[in-house]
């Protein structure tokens, strides 16, 4: 098993970061993916022992990465949404998944898609022979968001859009990483 514990922030954007996720963030994630379940492949709610079981499960899977959104707010981090990755082995690429801003935290002095852009980032540094995609489903508002953020739907389902970043997009993004 490899050390998945790291903070990563763009170059010159101290106003927030991604903290690898830990054991005392598994509630959060769970009451944030509840509310927001609508949006997502899994639409029932998930209970505390099953999100402690997808955790034990997380931190065995080398190729896996799930990290909390956190905002610097009057000098203290605060957590505000989740976004996480992971290498798809059978499809041969990265997936992006469980993308959240669960609390908007105001005046915000960045958005989703800065802290989105940093992730993808972090995931072309590792695997950067693979393609970047996310699956999302039809009829989420939020495809027109990844549109936004240089993903192109490349295929799917009847029931989602098989979306792939364009990596240029990512070139300008200075990674600092802490262990």
Known sequence: MIEKSFIVFAKGRADF???????????????????????????QDITY???????????????????????????????????????????????AY??????????SSFTMSEAFATLLKFAENRYDDLPIRCKVLIGNPAVRWYEKNDFSIIGGTNDYCLMELNKQSLKNIQLVIQN
Do not use: H, Y
């Open 49 to 95: 022992p099953q999100q402690q079981k997808w955790f034990q499960a997380f931190t065995s899977r080398d190729d896996d990465f799930m990290f909390v959104v956190e905002q610097l707010v009057d000098k203290e981090w605060k957590e505000i949404g989740c976004m996480g990755f992971r290498k798809l082995e059978d499809e041969g690429c990265i997936d």
């Open 98 to 107: 469980n993308i959240m801003r669960a609390v908007k935290i105001e005046p």
């Open 17 to 43: 970061r991604l903290r690898s996720i830990t054991e005392r963030d598994i509630e959060n994630l769970r009451v944030w993916k509840n509310r927001n379940k609508a949006f997502f492949f899994l639409k």
